[in-house]
């Protein structure tokens, strides 16, 4: 067992995004910056008795450009580095940190370490940034150990703006503001203020059984998603849930689970469900969840063969059936695991 008071170590990966970045004082312009000089852009960090080592990936990204195979080398790299470290820092873009982090939460199995993800609004450079405590205070929770020398939040997770929550409940809801991600159906994880407080009782902890990281790389990306919105014709609707080489949709759809009643919009739904495609209901609401025993206008639905995605985030969804489809061939065995609840995902 390890020693609680031994030093953590820390790996911070930096992948891309505004929190790298710093003005060219010639140019202007926005660049990454060597991130092996972190210590010296952010001196706060030398202050922590942990050690902290980084890595940079080559070559960055801006996060509008992540692929799941970014995904797949991430977890490859943590998987390579998990037995020398104490926990992760994924320096990411803030864009598509909640797909990022909702697919990695499926793709580590019996994590034991925290993987944070985190990253800012303002470059680490700049005077005003959000970089510098979001940083500062990740490395404080990806370090927290109990007196059994276990981590306390060994979870998936995404630190914004004094918030620690859950990756795959993540979602961003301002481009603008520091306060950027909101956990709408799920309570955070901790939340820094003058101490940093963890809320042990939303936290998940790993069962005595689940040893030793196993890491899912086998992601099938056949995965569309449809909007409902007034107005939609039938041929875009044809088009996502009919379309070639689809094999799932995610239907966002209105309030608690609801869609179009025209028999031409069911008599779709219908026919993509029978030709084996599988079709999630996520809700387009910020908050709640998706029940289609309300009302006519979801049961619908239910009777066409749709699947319920409760109070899932189209993010945590998407990464959810990505891992999902690519474990299993068997289109019914992704549907029975969609509904149930694998990794925090889902209140059920
Ligand atoms: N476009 C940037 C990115 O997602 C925005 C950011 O990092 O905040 O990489």
Redesign the pocket.
Known sequence: MKNPFDKSKILLIYT????G?KEDPKTLALTPFDFSQILQEVPELRKFSSRIDSHTFDPL??????EPAMWVELAGLISRKYDDYDGFIVL??????AYSASALSFMLDHLRKPVIFT???LPIGSLRTDGRENLVSAVEIAAAKNMRGEALVPEVSIYFNSQLIRGNRATKVNSTSFD?FRSPNYPSLAEAGISIRYHDMAIHHPSHQERGLRIHTTLDTRVAILKIHPGITEQVARNVLLGAGIRAIIIETYGSGNAISKPWFTSIVRESARSGRIILNVTQCLAGEVNMDIYATGKALKEAGVISGYDMTTEGALGKLFFLMGEYSDNEKVKQLLEKNLKGEISK
């Open positions: 891309g995004g505004t929190i970045m990204i801006d996060s509008s450009d992540v990411h873009g803030t864009d598509t940190m990253g800012s609004q950027a």
